[in-house]
């Protein structure tokens, strides 16, 4: 069973930063893709960004330019910076990873930024 537990999530204002991690049991070489979604009260979960395994990475269009994924293969660890933060950006933000098997999912860490 694969296990992904997000961490670095908080309150912040507006145009402010925030680095959230995400530590996963197995090899990341292992998956086809790992990436980050979030979901806002009353909304549908959302994708955020997808690193897929040849390398190319899909951003949604209101994060572009401010969220960064990135990730450290010697600890299993996926990251997501995000610089120039908005009260729409928050949400309960999910650290997600596939395999030929399915989807795995963290329990999420939340978000709010204030205005």
């Known amino acids: 069973q694969v296990q992904l537990v997000e961490s670095g999530g908080g309150l912040v204002q507006a145009g402010g930063s925030l680095r959230l991690s995400c530590a996963v049991s197995?090899?990341?070489?292992?998956?086809?893709?790992v990436g980050w979604y979030r979901q806002a009260p009353g909304k549908q979960r959302e994708l955020v960004v997808r690193?897929?395994?040849?390398?190319?990475?899909t951003y949604t269009e209101s994060v572009k330019g401010r969220f960064t994924i990135s990730r450290d293969n010697g600890k299993n660890t996926v990251y997501l910076q995000m610089n120039s933060l908005k009260p729409e950006d928050t949400a309960v933000y999910y650290c997600?990873?596939?395999?030929?098997?399915?989807?795995?999912w963290g329990l999420g860490t939340q978000v709010t930024v204030s205005s």
């Open positions: 690193e897929n395994s040849d390398n190319s990475i």
């Open positions: 197995r090899d990341l070489f292992s998956f086809n893709a």
């Open positions: 997600s990873t596939r395999d030929g098997l399915g989807d795995y």
